[in-house]
């Protein structure tokens, strides 16, 4: 079946950088533009970044443009997400789908930035 588990969160202060990864199986993950989205405390699901199934092409939120970097490794059936500059305002628990679905989702992992 398919998986997709999110790792790499945890608690940093503001301006500091985590990275975060989606190991996925289960089916052709080269075939399949994935994303990330989040859940803000109190709120609904944004969505935060997009790649191509090659890699080559990314797409980002106006909000976290120009500090967060999404790739991939279809080597190792690997998502990344590698967040610079955090702000409070990126406290959420984040998740990895594929782009084109909504029925497959990881369980997701906590970033919280705070001082």
């Known amino acids: 079946e398919v998986q997709l588990v999110e790792s790499g969160g945890g608690l940093v202060q503001p301006g500091e950088s985590l990275r975060l990864s989606c190991a996925a199986s289960?089916?052709?993950?080269?075939?399949?533009?994935m994303r990330w989205v989040r859940q803000r405390p109190g709120k609904g699901f944004e969505w935060v970044s997009g790649?191509?199934?090659?890699?080559?092409?990314?797409t980002y939120a106006d909000s976290v443009k120009g500090r967060f970097t999404i790739s991939r490794d279809n080597a190792i059936n690997t998502l990344y997400l590698q967040m610079n500059s955090l702000k409070p305002e990126d406290t959420a628990v984040y998740y990895c789908?594929?782009?084109?679905?909504?029925?497959?989702w990881g369980q997701g992992t906590q970033v919280t930035v705070s001082s």
């Open positions: 789908a594929m782009t084109a679905s909504s029925s497959y």
């Open positions: 289960g089916f052709t993950f080269s075939s399949y533009a």
């Open positions: 790649i191509n199934s090659g890699g080559g092409s990314t």
